[in-house]
């Protein structure tokens, strides 16, 4: 068991080989909820035996998936932006080990090969601290417990440390909606929505477990590849209709109604402060196409217009979601 006082801790290091668990580099990372553990399809075959009950049951396959939610710092801005496939390095979803140790049954469990295949940025009034959340499919996983000689135990996994300085809030967000084009001049643009009460952008990357798996290290089933699908993106929020946002609501409608396909929103996150390791970070959703919008009908309530929309990408070979925390990516 881990020291009085040590609880669940997770370590993690960006992988050089897909796969492969690095011995040194790993980050202590505060997050805010963390699960992983093999899922088994068990399947009941159909057999013709004479018995009224299901006599044969096999599992087909085993995957690896888990989850992991983030707060968004700017001193883990390009982790956690590479974590769930935004900042991307030649177009590929960075792959991850972990470690984790969790006190409830005193193991530590080690994770290769680890990839985000629907990642989502999220922020509202209800959690206004800025957050990054992943699920993800992994290629291994091992059980230790204790201690032991390959640095995998508890006793090598650091305790998590907070960042010192503020994180990004929804009070530090600005939203650009429909502008023609997304440049840094809009932060002055009449376009400003100033009271989005929530948002949501979801990056589905459609990762595919491969077929072919490698049975030779005990219990876990190892996958050999993880195949990639077409990339989706969808948005989706919203915002408190009263004082100067009637027209809005009109417009919004009318983006529904005449079927626009070609709506251009920016965000940025402007830190209180200077000096960090990023003071600044920037969305840039270049086309939108909304799938409805929800107009206000509450009683009694203040009134909240909801939208959502599919996100897609302006040519072949360009993300539909581009981030940066440099200069505003137009």
């Known amino acids: 068991m881990a020291a009085p006082g040590q609880l669940d801790k997770l370590d ?9 668990n690095p011995d ?3 980050t202590d990372y505060p997050y805010d909820d963390f699960s992983i553990l093999p899922e088994n399809d068990a399947t009941v075959l159909e057999k013709a035996t004479g018995s009224r009950f299901s006599l044969y049951v096999d599992t087909m396959k085993q995957d690896v998936r888990g989850n ?29 080990s972990m470690r984790w140790y969790n006190a409830a049954d005193g193991n530590t469990y ?4 680890a990839k985000c295949d629907t990642g989502r940025i999220t922020i509202s009034e209800g959690d206004p601290k800025l957050k990054m959340s992943m699920d993800f499919i992994a290629k291994s996983f091992a059980i230790y417990s204790g201690t032991d000689g390959n640095g995998n135990g508890f006793d090598r996994i650091g305790l998590q440390t907070l960042p010192s300085g503020a994180s990004f809030e929804l009070s530090d967000m600005s939203l650009w909606w429909a502008p023609t084009t997304i440049t840094s001049a809009d932060t002055t643009a009449a376009e400003e929505e100033t009271q989005i009460e929530e948002l949501t952008i979801e990056l589905r990357h459609n990762l595919r477990p491969g077929g072919k798996r490698d049975n ?3 219990f876990e089933k190892t996958i050999r590849r993880l195949d990639y699908g077409v990339e989706d993106a969808e948005v989706s929020g919203s915002i408190v209709m009263h004082l100067d946002s009637e027209q809005r609501a009109v417009d919004y409608m009318n983006y529904v109604i005449s079927r626009n396909t070609g709506l251009a929103i920016g965000v940025k996150f402007d830190y209180p402060g200077t000096g960090s390791p990023a003071d600044k970070i920037y969305y840039s959703i270049r086309d939108l196409v909304l799938r409805k919008v929800d ?13 959502n929309g599919v996100v897609k990408a302006k040519a072949v070979g360009q993300a539909p979601v581009v981030f940066s925390s440099t200069a505003w990516p137009s």
């Open 68 to 96: 992991l939610t983030v707060q968004v710092w700017p001193d883990n801005v390009t982790l956690a932006h590479r974590l769930i496939g935004l900042d991307l390095d030649s177009g590929q979803i960075r792959s991850y």
């Open 110 to 113: 080690v994770i290769t090969g």
């Open 216 to 218: 030779t290290s005990g």
């Open 24 to 26: 040194t580099g790993y």
């Open 295 to 307: 107009p206000p009908a509450s009683i009694r309530e203040v009134k909240v217009m909801r939208f």
């Open 12 to 20: 993690l290091v960006l992988e050089s080989t897909y796969g492969t």
